[in-house]
Protein backbone atom coordinates (compact mmCIF):
# COMPACT_ATOMS: atom_id res chain seq x y z
CA UNK A 1 0.00 0.00 0.00
CA UNK A 2 0.91 3.72 -0.70
CA UNK A 3 0.23 7.02 -0.79
CA UNK A 4 -0.96 8.81 -4.01
CA UNK A 5 -1.36 12.42 -4.83
CA UNK A 6 -0.93 12.14 -8.35
CA UNK A 7 -5.10 10.88 -8.89
CA UNK A 8 -6.94 13.46 -7.77
CA UNK A 9 -10.42 12.80 -9.64
CA UNK A 10 -9.84 9.41 -8.74
CA UNK A 11 -9.79 9.99 -5.27
CA UNK A 12 -12.29 12.40 -5.22
CA UNK A 13 -14.71 9.84 -7.39
CA UNK A 14 -13.91 7.68 -4.62
CA UNK A 15 -14.73 9.47 -1.44
CA UNK A 16 -17.74 10.55 -2.77
CA UNK A 17 -19.15 7.69 -3.67
CA UNK A 18 -19.36 6.27 -0.44
CA UNK A 19 -19.79 8.70 2.06
CA UNK A 20 -23.03 8.54 3.24
CA UNK A 21 -23.68 12.69 3.44
CA UNK A 22 -23.51 14.70 -0.24
CA UNK A 23 -20.14 16.84 -0.80
CA UNK A 24 -19.73 19.29 -3.42
CA UNK A 25 -16.59 20.36 -4.91
CA UNK A 26 -17.53 22.30 -8.04
CA UNK A 27 -16.00 25.49 -7.83
CA UNK A 28 -14.19 24.37 -4.08
CA UNK A 29 -10.83 24.00 -3.78
CA UNK A 30 -9.68 20.71 -2.22
CA UNK A 31 -6.27 18.65 -2.38
CA UNK A 32 -6.55 14.88 -2.71
CA UNK A 33 -4.44 11.95 -1.17
CA UNK A 34 -5.48 7.65 -1.42
CA UNK A 35 -4.23 4.61 -0.47
CA UNK A 36 -3.32 2.31 -3.46
CA UNK A 37 -2.59 -1.54 -3.38
CA UNK A 38 0.04 -3.28 -5.50
CA UNK A 39 -2.02 -3.45 -8.13
CA UNK A 40 -3.09 0.24 -8.41
CA UNK A 41 -6.52 -0.05 -6.91
CA UNK A 42 -7.63 2.76 -4.54
CA UNK A 43 -8.47 1.07 -0.96
CA UNK A 44 -8.98 4.65 0.87
CA UNK A 45 -8.73 8.36 -0.32
CA UNK A 46 -8.90 11.36 2.27
CA UNK A 47 -10.22 14.76 0.33
CA UNK A 48 -8.53 18.34 2.42
CA UNK A 49 -10.99 21.11 1.85
CA UNK A 50 -12.46 24.40 3.07
CA UNK A 51 -8.68 25.65 4.66
CA UNK A 52 -8.97 28.53 6.58
CA UNK A 53 -6.85 30.52 8.98
CA UNK A 54 -6.47 30.26 12.45
CA UNK A 55 -4.60 31.30 15.25
CA UNK A 56 -0.59 30.18 15.12
CA UNK A 57 -1.77 28.00 11.36
CA UNK A 58 -4.69 26.39 9.92
CA UNK A 59 -7.20 24.63 10.20
CA UNK A 60 -8.28 21.88 7.31
CA UNK A 61 -11.59 19.85 6.61
CA UNK A 62 -11.20 16.45 5.92
CA UNK A 63 -13.37 13.84 4.94
CA UNK A 64 -12.08 9.73 4.60
CA UNK A 65 -13.32 7.00 2.93
CA UNK A 66 -12.17 3.20 2.51
CA UNK A 67 -12.86 -0.28 0.93
CA UNK A 68 -11.36 -3.19 2.17
CA UNK A 69 -7.99 -3.85 3.43
CA UNK A 70 -5.60 -0.42 3.33
CA UNK A 71 -4.57 -0.79 7.24
CA UNK A 72 -1.99 -3.84 7.81
CA UNK A 73 0.62 -3.44 11.14
CA UNK A 74 3.27 -3.71 8.44
CA UNK A 75 2.59 -0.01 6.22
CA UNK A 76 -0.55 1.30 8.03
CA UNK A 77 1.00 3.36 10.64
CA UNK A 78 3.77 5.00 8.24
CA UNK A 79 0.93 5.51 5.56
CA UNK A 80 -0.69 7.47 8.58
CA UNK A 81 1.96 9.49 9.41
CA UNK A 82 2.53 10.28 6.05
CA UNK A 83 -1.31 11.62 5.49
CA UNK A 84 -0.61 13.29 8.54
CA UNK A 85 2.63 14.81 7.90
CA UNK A 86 0.86 16.36 4.62
CA UNK A 87 -1.67 17.84 6.55
CA UNK A 88 -0.06 19.58 8.99
CA UNK A 89 3.88 20.00 7.59
CA UNK A 90 2.56 20.25 3.58
CA UNK A 91 -0.39 22.65 4.23
CA UNK A 92 0.71 24.15 7.86
CA UNK A 93 -2.27 23.28 9.78
CA UNK A 94 -2.53 23.29 13.02
CA UNK A 95 -5.59 21.21 13.69
CA UNK A 96 -7.73 18.92 10.84
CA UNK A 97 -11.60 18.84 11.37
CA UNK A 98 -14.04 15.89 10.14
CA UNK A 99 -18.11 16.29 10.35
CA UNK A 100 -19.17 12.46 10.75
CA UNK A 101 -23.42 11.70 11.17
CA UNK A 102 -24.28 10.70 14.56
CA UNK A 103 -25.75 7.71 13.04
CA UNK A 104 -22.55 6.48 11.14
CA UNK A 105 -21.30 4.37 14.12
CA UNK A 106 -18.71 2.62 12.04
CA UNK A 107 -17.57 5.94 10.43
CA UNK A 108 -17.38 7.66 14.01
CA UNK A 109 -15.00 4.74 15.55
CA UNK A 110 -12.98 4.85 11.85
CA UNK A 111 -12.54 8.65 12.65
CA UNK A 112 -11.59 8.28 16.93
CA UNK A 113 -8.96 5.05 15.68
CA UNK A 114 -7.22 7.77 13.36
CA UNK A 115 -6.92 9.72 16.68
CA UNK A 116 -9.64 12.36 16.13
CA UNK A 117 -11.45 13.52 19.04
CA UNK A 118 -15.36 14.45 19.15
CA UNK A 119 -15.51 17.96 19.82
CA UNK A 120 -19.32 18.56 19.68
CA UNK A 121 -22.32 18.57 17.61
CA UNK A 122 -24.02 20.28 14.96
CA UNK A 123 -27.74 19.62 15.05
CA UNK A 124 -29.45 19.65 11.46
CA UNK A 125 -25.76 19.97 10.27
CA UNK A 126 -25.63 17.29 7.26
CA UNK A 127 -29.40 18.42 6.69
CA UNK A 128 -32.89 18.26 8.11
CA UNK A 129 -33.13 16.13 11.43
CA UNK A 130 -29.11 14.60 10.52
CA UNK A 131 -27.14 15.63 13.51
CA UNK A 132 -23.52 15.83 12.71
CA UNK A 133 -20.58 15.42 15.05
CA UNK A 134 -17.28 17.44 14.95
CA UNK A 135 -14.39 15.83 15.26
CA UNK A 136 -10.88 17.36 15.46
CA UNK A 137 -6.78 16.67 15.58
CA UNK A 138 -4.17 18.58 16.41
CA UNK A 139 -0.32 17.66 15.51
CA UNK A 140 0.07 17.95 18.95
CA UNK A 141 -2.08 15.00 19.62
CA UNK A 142 -2.20 13.07 16.41
CA UNK A 143 -0.88 9.80 17.49
CA UNK A 144 1.24 8.45 14.57
CA UNK A 145 3.20 11.78 14.58
CA UNK A 146 6.52 11.20 16.76
CA UNK A 147 8.30 14.07 19.02
CA UNK A 148 10.76 14.76 16.05
CA UNK A 149 7.75 15.23 13.44
CA UNK A 150 6.14 17.50 15.91
CA UNK A 151 9.47 19.53 16.11
CA UNK A 152 9.51 20.02 12.59
CA UNK A 153 5.59 21.13 12.23
CA UNK A 154 6.58 23.77 15.03
CA UNK A 155 9.43 24.91 13.36
CA UNK A 156 7.50 25.32 9.55
CA UNK A 157 4.19 26.50 11.44
CA UNK A 158 6.28 29.39 13.17
CA UNK A 159 8.12 30.33 9.74
CA UNK A 160 4.98 30.85 7.72
CA UNK A 161 3.51 32.78 10.54
CA UNK A 162 6.68 34.93 10.53
CA UNK A 163 6.11 35.20 6.58
CA UNK A 164 8.62 33.33 5.66
CA UNK A 165 7.54 30.18 4.46
CA UNK A 166 3.90 29.87 2.48
CA UNK A 167 1.78 26.31 3.20
CA UNK A 168 0.98 24.59 -0.12
CA UNK A 169 -2.21 24.19 -0.95
CA UNK A 170 -3.93 24.46 -4.21
Not at 86 to 96: D, E, H, I, P, S
Request: charge should be neutral; charged fraction near 30%.
Amino acid sequence: MRLVVDRRMDVLEFVTSRIRHPLHFDGVAFEAVGAEDSQGNLRAGCLFYHYKPVLGGHDIEASFATEGVWFTKNDGPQLLRDLFMLAFWRFGCVRVTATVARSHKRARKAAEQLGFRQEGSIKWGLGKDKTAILYGVTYADCPWLDDDDKALIDKRLQEICDGRERAVTT
